[in-house]
């Protein structure tokens, strides 16, 4: 098996790239659309997200686990890939019917828009990159994406080009999405057959009682930010850009950390299924210490140069996304936390269900939080950012709680995580201290970062930190035996 270094070096790779895309495209799209339209755009997206998780049907994470783990078997594991890329067909398709529905029903005033993105949900027929991710062939999956998302650049910039041109982006958009699919669906079925011996209502039942915990918990998470997005929709004062651009921005920043979690899943699985323990721990212990050591500076760090980043993307014609954009920066200490418990422990213990429960009741504090909201008449994104954490902070606990007793010897937080958190709140006072300099925005912006980066990068050389010392005696060994030949 290939080194996980590598693996996750390439998907680290990957999504520093995906990072691109959006820098590149966001702020050149919104220097010129218009607001109304955008809005619509974002409209459109929200409704989109709600369907996903109904049309994906968990598929991808249970694929991605439960390949891995029969993947040295050929035969099993190409009759697994057939049922469940069967199940998806219909799972898409019939979501593809109830959105194009929809749109000729209640959208007249946008159908061009909800139209390009039915192609957007039909290319979801076609998703099969958990095999890839399930057989680590994440060289193959960087070097096809970046390719695509290439194309997809340069259609943008040579053909969008008029503030009424949403429409063309979102189709874009869609075809892009429709291509990269279809790539490795390719891809895939040229290595795997199709296999449907064997394949009857015992041998799917099981995994359609799976795929349905799947299924609530990502609709479970719609609590949360989605649900978001729906009151303000209904209730708010045509602020969606405000709430879904910085939202947007976060995901894709996140993105690139979490591949070093979600690169250990089909390992990780493997390890569980073969009762391996030892190797197990070790992997997980060293994956989650790595995560934390870039997640949390990487949090503080958009909280703190939220009106760079903002300026940067938006030109300035967003000022109300700062704050919001702050504020989702600094949910992502909660949200690392949940993303290392559920994905490398309690998915692989194959307890979804006990997470259904959990979410289900944080998405029903922050239903109450959001009507409170309404009601007393503070509804903003800002507002909906706080009463969403505020909801995640029990299930988190919840999830903790739960980890420990599935396995006491697995540790969330240790001292090395306390103390990158530590070093991450400084970010603040230097930003502080950046401030009373008055560079303005973009060169006190810069100047944080690159202040920041030092500060950071300094005390875990000076502090001999375990995980940054592993990672630069590596690299400073790899350039001696280069040097030497």
Same mark, same amino acid.
């Given at each position: 098996?290939?080194?996980?270094?590598?693996? $996750?070096?390439?998907?680290?790779?990957?999504?520093?790239? &995906?990072?691109?895309? +959006?820098? *590149?495209?966001?702020?050149?799209?919104?220097?010129?659309?218009?607001?109304?339209?955008?809005?619509?755009?974002?409209?459109?997206?929200?409704?989109?997200?709600?369907?996903?998780?109904? *049309?994906?049907?968990?598929?991808?994470?249970?694929?991605?686990?439960?390949?891995?783990?029969?993947?040295?078997?050929?035969?099993?594991?190409?009759?697994l890939f057939t049922t469940l890329f069967s199940i998806s067909c219909v799972t898409n398709i019939s979501i593809l019917i109830i959105f194009v529905v929809y749109s000729f029903l209640m959208e007249q005033g946008s159908l061009d828009i909800y139209l390009a993105y039915s192609i957007y949900l039909f290319a979801g027929v076609f998703i099969?990159?958990?095999?890839?991710?399930?057989?680590?062939?994440?060289?193959?999956?960087?070097?096809?994406?970046?390719?695509?998302? !290439?194309?997809?650049?340069? *259609?943008?910039?040579?053909?969008?080009?008029? +503030?009424?041109?949403?429409f063309l982006y979102t189709m874009i958009a869609s !075809?892009?999405?429709?291509?990269?699919?279809?790539?490795?669906?390719?891809?895939?079925? =040229?290595?795997?057959?199709?296999?449907?011996?064997?394949? &009857?209502?015992?041998?799917?039942? +099981?995994?359609? =009682?799976? @795929?349905?915990?799947?299924?609530?918990?990502? &609709?479970?998470?719609? @609590?949360?930010?989605? !649900?978001?997005?729906?009151?303000?929709?209904?209730?708010?004062r045509n602020e969606m850009?405000?709430?879904t651009m910085p939202q947007t921005l976060v995901d894709t920043l996140v993105?690139?950390?979490?591949? @070093?979690?979600?690169?250990?899943? +089909?390992?990780?699985?493997?390890?569980?299924?073969?009762?391996?323990? =030892? &190797?197990?721990?070790?992997?997980?212990? =060293?994956?989650?210490?790595?995560?934390?050591?870039?997640?949390?500076?990487?949090?503080?760090?958009?909280?703190?140069?939220?009106?760079l980043i903002m300026d940067l993307y938006g030109h300035g014609r967003f000022p109300g996304t700062i704050p919001v954009l $702050?504020?989702?920066?600094?949910?992502?200490?909660?949200?690392?936390?949940?993303?290392?418990?559920?994905?490398?422990?309690?998915?692989?213990?194959?307890?979804?269900?006990?997470?259904?429960?959990?979410l289900i009741a944080g998405g029903v504090i922050n239903l109450i939080l959001n009507s409170a909201l309404v009601l007393l008449d503070w509804l903003t994104p800002f507002a909906l950012v706080l009463t969403t954490i505020l909801a995640e902070i029990p299930v988190v606990l919840l999830e903790w709680r739960f980890v420990k007793r599935l396995n006491p010897q697995i540790k969330l937080f240790q001292k090395c995580t306390v103390k990158y958190f530590v070093l991450s709140v400084c970010f603040f006072p230097i930003s502080y201290a950046v401030s009373l300099l008055q560079l303005g925005v973009i060169k006190g912006g810069f100047l944080t970062i690159g202040a920041c980066v030092v500060f950071y990068g300094g005390a875990l050389l000076i502090t001999k930190d375990e995980m940054a010392m592993e990672y630069v005696n590596g690299v400073m060994g790899k350039l001696r035996l280069r040097k030497a030949k």
């Open positions: 098996m290939r080194s996980i270094k590598i693996n $996750a070096i390439l998907k680290m790779l990957l999504n520093i790239f &995906n990072i691109f895309v +959006p820098l *590149a495209v966001g702020p050149y799209i919104s220097s010129f659309f218009d607001k109304d339209l955008y809005n619509e755009f974002y409209a459109a997206q929200a409704l989109v997200s709600v369907l996903l998780p109904f *049309a994906g049907f968990g598929i991808y994470s249970y694929g991605m686990r439960y390949v891995s783990r029969v993947r040295e078997d050929p035969k099993q594991a190409s009759k099969t990159e958990w095999m890839n991710e399930a057989y680590e062939r994440y060289g193959f999956i960087m070097l096809k994406t970046i390719i695509v998302r !290439l194309c997809y650049i340069v *259609a943008i910039f040579t053909l969008v080009k008029k +503030p009424d041109d949403v !075809l892009a999405e429709l291509l990269n699919n279809i790539s490795s669906f390719i891809f895939v079925k =040229k290595r795997v057959k199709f296999n449907f011996e064997g394949i &009857n209502w015992a041998y799917i039942k +099981p995994i359609i =009682k799976a @795929l349905f915990f799947l299924v609530l918990i990502s &609709n479970a998470h719609m @609590l949360f930010v989605q !649900l978001d997005k729906m009151f303000l929709r209904t209730f708010g850009t405000d709430y993105n690139v950390v979490n591949g @070093l979690v979600l690169v250990t899943i +089909p390992r990780l699985s493997y390890y569980f299924s073969q009762k391996d323990e =030892k &190797n197990y721990l070790n992997l997980y212990k =060293k994956a989650s210490q790595t995560y934390f050591m870039l997640i949390y500076p990487v949090a503080v760090g958009i909280a703190v140069t939220s009106n $702050a504020l989702f920066g600094l949910r992502m200490f909660e949200i690392s936390a949940s993303t290392v418990m559920t994905n490398q422990v309690i998915y692989i213990y194959g307890r979804e269900k006990v997470i259904t429960y959990f």
